[in-house]
């Protein structure tokens, strides 16, 4: 029977359900390895086939790691919290629980078809109770914990509470708040609870915090940096402007500088490890405090480069700085608000990209430069972040790109400072022309040394200290949505407590609508008696999406029985799992999931919850598969409207024309299927073409996949017509794994015949199952061990598109061979089984492995001595003629080869019975007779 992969796919597909062949166990004595994707949100529109990329990846190296006698936990879930499901909640009034589940559905369904060898026992969706009560548990150990710097961990925050009590804030070093009071023992146990509340809070992990988010609206809500674009909304394009809001925050800048240190220990792409440097931003500099003039205010910057003090010839502050509306003077006040009107209307990362432009507006006060007393205009300008540092800068122009493009704008001096590597006699000469203000301190000093003296010199002042910045922020944890994980938190009194742990899981309260409520309140206010203890009331907001995806691979370690245990994983899980070996996923998490979990994985090792520093050992960002957009040629007429006459590809400079996109799915090899083209849309039902050569021929670009462009291909449609193991080697065979590249369905037909030439191999030409027990020959043999050892290397090193390719080669090798010698098709099956699970698991069955599954066979062992070339096809030429080649082992000496050419019965008829004149014998080379 020739290949029906339709028949096959269905067939192992359901046994390896109903087997449960990917169940892992906790226990074994084979080696462990963890092989993760990171999971997809349930979108309403399923998988196109650039989704499947990465898992089909990790799927192949999962499978190889269990041929090769490894316990493979290789699972597999839902971040199934999010805000399309919540808009789409909005609109229709369905429940999003309802949503998702539709969707999961559908997802499940077109993962089963790819054949992944998922443990789904282990499935997590997000927003499932049962696991969002771990999510809320980790916030909540978040809340009772502190950032200890002397022991350079977390630490219960009842050992901050003891230390109070006992010793005041003598001798605590502490990641906290700026405005963290100095008390004894005495003072802290005769302040209230809600004083001690209070204070405790500036010290917390997870905290309340006055916050200048991204604020929508139009969607109710606070959005991330990457949901903002250009000002607006990614989603549904609503205006979003900067707003100060009280929000949870965590504080991740607490590990900041293990998170930079952890980056030494792990294997992940260097531009991504760059990524979250730069994010994190370390700098050793100094902190300046500058007084205000006439007033007893204290404007505080942050300088990596307190040398160029002298330089400095105005202060720029965030338009959102606390000190803004005091600070400006009455004539300055409308400026001022108009100024800070526009810049709410940018979200932060417009303001940090935008380096051509400059905006500001003067306060009309001025402050002193703490070392020569020189009065400094102090501006705002949204180019200053208030998140960021202290919010304010010190502008030196002429040590600056963009202070001096904003001082050059607004007619500001540029004060030239002094070069530290001139010499002290030149520098007072340059001095003397007024080129050069004289600091008085450190002429002729290199800036490694004149450092320390400066900052000594302001700390005598009071002025100033050394300090390490970080330009990562505090994580801002909290969302105005309804489809989230409610916060284990009740207030009392204004202040934030949590709920008892037995309480836990907080579920999501029914609401009337998903909608802010009419006095502003996020959609849980719309909940009805929705009180802790029918008393006090919750916190409204709900946890950020990435929540539950910081601790998601935790709660895959614990077993289907497990997770009835009341832990979020059992401890022998987690000794015996460890962490993650393999994660695969996209680089665009690399400021977002990938350094929250890093934090949160930290944080439960500090409280012993966990035993490794890092979640995820080696990680491999996936390329994008992008889609090939096709194009059809609308003719305009004189005024320039679309016609509905459309010309083909190679005769549209012959017209004035407007490209369209059209349905990459009603065009095969670039030639439009016009009767479904009429029914594309219905404005074409009446379409006139233009063709050539009797079609219709299609323009073609390379673009981004997406519904808009009409260039999405459904996996499902690919699937039907080629079968799962077709797309899985075609995917592969695009390119690098790590390297984007275009999708072109024209292509997959050659891998399509690949596997039909594959299943001949095992069958005669009427189809029917023939293999024989025969000796295999050493060329059949070399055959089998290329293929082993180049699949092997190229797994091991993630290099799935040259396998593909050899597995081309391997098989047009055997099929001219005429091989079909079990020793040599059952391995190969082996070799393939990763790629092409199903194809394999039926031919390893027809030939005689009844039982089981092939996915815990043993992956073949290379044999060099197989590739040793101890034979050589001399060409044999006659009277410089090519006439044959003959297969002559090498270890024959020049005399001994002619002795067999010449006897060769093909030769003896080229010879017709003459003899030789001369035989030149080339060892390894050539043969050439000469009648």
């Not at 070392?371 to 102090?378: F, H, R, T, Y």
Request: proline share 5%; charged share 25%; glycine share 6%.
């Amino acid at each position: 029977m020739d290949y029906q992969f339709r028949d096959i796919e269905n067939k192992w597909q359901q046994f390896w359900a109903e087997k449960q062949t990917y169940k892992v166990d906790n226990t074994s004595e084979k080696p462990k390895y963890y092989v993760l994707d990171m999971f997809p949100y349930p979108s309403g529109a399923g998988l196109h086939v650039g989704h499947p990329l990465g898992y089909i990846a990790s799927d192949i190296f999962a499978r190889f790691k269990r041929l090769r006698g490894f316990n493979v936990l290789h699972p597999m879930g839902y971040d199934s919290f999010g805000l399309p499901a919540e808009q789409y909640a909005i609109q229709t009034g369905q429940h999003p629980a309802i949503t998702t589940v539709d969707n999961i559905a559908t997802y499940r369904r077109q993962l089963d078809q790819l054949g992944f060898s998922f443990d789904w026992g282990r499935e997590v969706r997000t927003s499932d109770p049962e696991y969002y009560k771990w999510t809320q548990w980790i916030f909540m150990q978040l809340f009772n914990s502190w950032y200890d710097m002397e022991a350079d961990k977390a630490q219960p925050i009842d050992l901050l509470v003891s230390h109070f009590q006992t010793n005041g804030s003598t001798g605590i070093s502490a990641v906290s708040d700026e405005d963290t009071q100095s008390f004894t023992a005495e003072e802290w146990n005769a302040m209230s609870e809600p004083d001690q509340q209070e204070e405790l809070l500036k010290y917390r992990l997870t905290f309340l915090k006055e916050s200048t988010v991204n604020w929508c609206a139009a969607l109710g809500t606070v959005l991330a940096n990457d949901e903002v674009k250009e000002g607006f909304s990614e989603r549904g394009g609503h205006p979003v402007e900067q707003k100060k809001m009280w929000q949870w925050s965590m504080r991740i800048t607490a590990y900041a500088d293990r998170l930079l240190k952890g980056l030494d220990t792990i294997d992940w792409p260097e531009p991504l490890k760059e990524m979250q440097r730069n994010w994190i931003g370390k700098s050793i500099g100094a902190s300046v405090k500058f007084q205000v003039e006439n007033s007893d205010k204290i404007i505080e910057v942050f300088t990596t480069r307190v040398d160029t003090i002298y330089g400095v010839s105005f202060l720029v502050i965030a338009p959102e700085h606390e000190f803004v509306t005091s600070l400006t003077t009455a004539e300055q006040k409308n400026e001022i608000e108009d100024y800070i009107i526009k810049t709410k209307k940018k979200s932060e990362l417009d303001r940090m990209a935008d380096t051509k432009t400059v905006s500001g507006a003067f306060t009309g006060t001025y402050a002193l430069n703490p070392l020569n007393g020189e009065k400094i205009p102090v501006w705002i300008a949204d180019y200053v972040l208030a998140g960021y540092g202290t919010g304010a800068v010190m502008a030196v122009p002429s040590g600056d790109q963009r202070d001096w493009l904003f001082a050059k704008q607004f007619n500001l001096p540029v004060i030239q400072i002094l070069d530290a590597q001139k010499d002290i006699e030149e520098t007072a000469d340059a001095t003397k022309e007024g080129k050069y203000i004289n600091s008085g301190i450190i002429n002729g000093l290199a800036y490694d040394e004149a450092l320390p003296v400066l900052i000594q010199k302001l700390e005598e002042l009071g002025a100033g200290k050394a300090k390490v910045q970080y330009r990562m922020r505090d994580a801002i944890f909290g969302r105005q949505r309804y489809w989230g994980e409610p916060v284990p938190v009740y207030f009392k009194d204004g202040l934030p407590y949590l709920i008892d742990e037995s309480e836990l899981p907080l579920l999501l309260p029914e609401v009337d609508k998903y909608l802010p409520t009419e006095a502003g309140d996020p959609p849980l206010g719309r909940a009805l008696g929705w009180k802790y203890k029918g008393e006090y009331a919750y916190e409204l907001s709900t946890m950020p999406g990435w929540a539950g995806s910081s601790w998601y691979w935790y709660r895959y370690m614990a077993s289907p029985d497990e997770r009835k245990e009341d832990v979020f994983a059992p401890k022998q899980a987690i000794d015996y799992w460890k962490d993650v070996d393999l994660y695969i996923g996209g680089s665009e998490h690399a400021t977002g999931h990938l350094l929250y979990s890093r934090f949160w994985n930290k944080f439960l090792k500090d409280l012993g919850h966990v035993n490794e520093e890092e979640p995820f050992k080696k990680l491999i960002n996936q390329g994008m598969i992008q889609g090939r957009s096709n194009f059809v040629y609308r003719i305009s007429d004189e005024e320039g409207r679309g016609t509905n006459t459309f010309v083909s590809h190679g005769l549209k400079d012959e017209y004035k024309t407007t490209a369209l996109h059209v349905d990459v799915n009603i065009v095969e090899n670039e030639v439009l299927d016009l009767e479904k083209f009429k029914s594309f849309r219905p404005e074409f039902a009446n379409a006139e073409f233009i063709l050539e050569s009797g079609k219709y021929l299609c323009g073609v670009e390379v673009e981004k996949m997406s519904k808009s462009k009409f260039n999405v291909v459904n996996p499902d449609d690919i699937v039907e017509r080629y079968g799962a193991d077709t797309l899985r080697l075609y995917e592969m065979f695009l390119g690098p794994l790590e390297q984007s590249k275009p999708w072109n369905t024209n292509g997959i037909e050659g891998v399509f015949k690949f596997l039909r030439k594959f299943w001949k191999l095992f069958h005669d030409d009427q189809f029917n199952f023939r293999v024989t027990d025969a000796e295999p020959t050493k060329a059949e043999l070399k055959s089998l061990h290329k293929i082993i050892r180049k699949v092997e290397e190229d797994i091991e090193r993630f290099s799935f598109n040259t396998s593909v390719s050899s597995f081309m080669i391997c098989v047009n090798e055997l099929t001219d061979l005429k091989c079909n010698k079990r020793a040599i098709l059952e391995e190969l099956v082996v070799v393939l089984a990763p790629y092409a699970p199903h194809i394999t698991e039926e031919l390893w069955q027809l030939l005689g492995h009844a039982e089981g599954s092939l996915s815990y066979a043993q992956f073949p062992t290379f044999v060099p001595e197989y590739l040793v070339e101890d034979e050589f096809a001399y060409p044999i030429s006659i009277n410089g003629k090519m006439r044959m080649n003959l297969t002559v082992s090498l270890s024959l000496e020049p005399a001994d080869v002619e002795k067999v050419v010449l006897e060769n019965p093909d030769v003896q008829k080229y010879l017709d019975g003459k003899t030789p004149k001369k035989v030149i014998v080339v060892k390894g080379r050539i043969v050439n007779i000469v009648v």
